[in-house]
């Protein structure tokens, strides 16, 4: 199964940044699907979820910045960050099969897509 993810790239501290990752209909409609990042030298870690039905999760460490939403292609979902930090730099991984309950990936993923923020 392959999850295409795109965007990302280098941004200034405050400053915004849209990444997004398309799955194929039948995985986008059956399964969640969100984001995981991984700092350098740290342990990938849950970012956010979207549900199918609308329901979305974020780690506390971006809520109120970070957005996860799916667009007028439902097969495609986005993360919109706002307002970020050093700290949000890494790779994000696109991974679709999300338990919303443990915030477990699931087994499908996506290449993993740079996000640098410059201090």
């Known amino acids: 199964v392959q999850l295409q993810a795109s965007g990302g790239g280098l941004v200034q501290a405050g400053g915004s940044l849209r990444i997004s990752c398309t799955a194929p209909?039948?995985?986008?409609?059956?399964?969640?699907m969100g984001w995981y990042r991984q700092a350098p030298g740290k342990e990938r870690e849950f970012v956010a979820v979207?549900?199918?039905?609308?329901?979305?999760d974020h780690a506390d460490s971006v809520k109120d910045r970070f957005t996860i939403s799916r667009d007028a292609d439902p097969n495609t979902v986005n993360l919109q960050m706002r307002n970020m930090l050093p700290e949000d730099t890494g790779v994000y991984y696109c991974?679709?099969?999300?338990?919303?309950?443990?915030?477990?990936?699931?087994?499908?993923w996506g290449q993993g897509t740079e996000v640098t923020v410059s201090s």
């Open positions: 209909r039948n995985i986008a409609s059956s399964l969640t």
């Open positions: 979207s549900a199918f039905s609308g329901y979305t």
């Open positions: 991974n679709a099969g999300i338990n919303i309950v443990t915030r477990r990936p699931g087994n499908y």
